[in-house]
């Protein structure tokens, strides 16, 4: 299944590493209208770029995680059917937020995604 990538801006603040498939040049979109997961490409054009931007963020991850961070939120009870995949790459958001805050539900530190913000001040390498 495809969608058109108009949809890539309104759901990249939620994006994850798991949903890029580099080799099959796809993203998983997740959650989109009618809380249904969709497939659409991944443009050739960003690949170069979402790569690099990628690798910064691992670094990130692993500062955070040597501080005693990284931990991202997980949804459905998958943090107690995988106790520690909070912590793992793929978990991570794709666009984290540049600072880290403390979750108000768990009141742990972490990164959150970057909130949508209508465009503004968010640039990216799928606004290429």
Known sequence: MSCGSNII???RKNLQ??????????LVLRDTK??????TMLPNRVVEPLQSHLQTVRRL????LDRGYGSVYLPYALERKYPHADRQWIWQYVFP?????QDPRSGIT????VLNRGGRGVRSPLDA
Do not use: C
């Open 61 to 64: 991850h692993h500062q955070d």
């Open 9 to 11: 801006p309104t759901v």
């Open 110 to 113: 972490r990164h959150t995604h």
């Open 97 to 101: 937020a540049d600072r880290l805050s």
């Open 34 to 39: 009618g809380n249904e997961s969709r497939v």
């Open 17 to 26: 590493v798991k949903d890029i498939d580099f080799a099959q040049h796809q």
